[in-house]
């Protein structure tokens, strides 16, 4: 039987790419969304793969969420925690809500989504944790304080979470993207992708979402089980770590 797998912030961009990675690579996928319904629902009729609906930066909402997950599908062995969400603007601009709305989304939904599995991971004796931080995560971004410091906090969480459970068969990872072709990146003018984005980037081009993809499919591999608390870059060499 497939094993189980939830993505957070899995119908659209790099999540919708991972949640096709994954399905691609025999694994039973069920794919967390917050809001847009219509994307939803689109991708669910393009994949197959069904979606669920809730916040993650709500412990409730995920635990009922997940416990949802678990009865329809099967017990959940692998997790990528991808949600993530952007409130850019200088500190001394900052509100608290944009400070709280990305840490508790960024941050804070690790918890959320981690901990309702983590006891049937270890029961079980095995487990896959992804967590998808940033780049600037690693080297920090200006306008970025509360995005920078949620994408850090992931990465200490990872490394972390994988000294505990490392001899219960479980394995946490990150993977850091660069710039990534996504709706978002993409509504950016040509001029300013061309003349301040692209040459930071050493290959000269944006990554794709089915790159970021390949990086989770491998991580979370029978096979890789000696793999944790790694940090898996993927920019293009546009920071090297």
């Known amino acids: 039987m497939a ?5 957070s912030g899995g119908t659209r961009g790099i999540g919708a790419a991972i949640s096709k990675g994954l399905q691609a690579a ?18 669910k009729a393009e994949t197959g793969i ?8 709500n412990y409730a909402q995920c635990a009922e969420g997940l416990k949802k997950i678990g009865e329809d599908l099967g017990p959940i062995d692998i997790l990528v925690n991808n949600a993530g969400i952007t ?5 001394h601009k ?9 840490i508790n989304t960024n941050l804070n939904s690790l918890y959320n989504m981690t901990r309702p599995v983590i006891e049937g991971m270890r029961a079980r004796g095995f487990g896959r944790i992804v967590n998808i931080s940033s780049i600037n995560g690693q080297k920090g971004q200006m306008g970025q304080t509360n995005y920078t410091a ?6 200490g969480f990872t ?12 394995t946490v ?8 072709a996504t709706d978002m990146v993409k509504a950016v003018p040509t001029e300013v992708l061309e003349k301040s984005v692209l040459p930071l980037i050493p290959v000269r081009r944006l990554g794709e979402p089915e790159e970021i993809a390949r990086c989770v499919v491998f991580l979370v591999a029978e096979e890789s089980g000696f793999i944790t608390g790694s940090t898996l870059t993927a920019n293009g060499g546009q920071y090297m770590v």
Request: net charge negative; charged share 20%.
């Open 3 to 7: 094993r189980v797998a939830v993505v």
């Open 26 to 43: 025999g694994y039973q996928v069920a794919a967390n969304y917050a809001g847009n319904d219509e994307a939803a629902a689109k991708f």
């Open 50 to 57: 069904p979606v669920y609906k809730w916040d993650v930066s």
């Open 87 to 91: 409130r850019d603007v200088m500190f």
């Open 94 to 102: 900052m509100t608290p809500e944009q400070w709280y709305e990305v």
């Open 150 to 155: 949620s994408k850090a906090g992931d990465i």
């Open 159 to 170: 490394k972390s979470l994988a000294q505990e459970n490392a001899g219960k068969g479980i």
């Open 173 to 180: 990872n990150a993977v850091c993207p660069g710039y990534i």
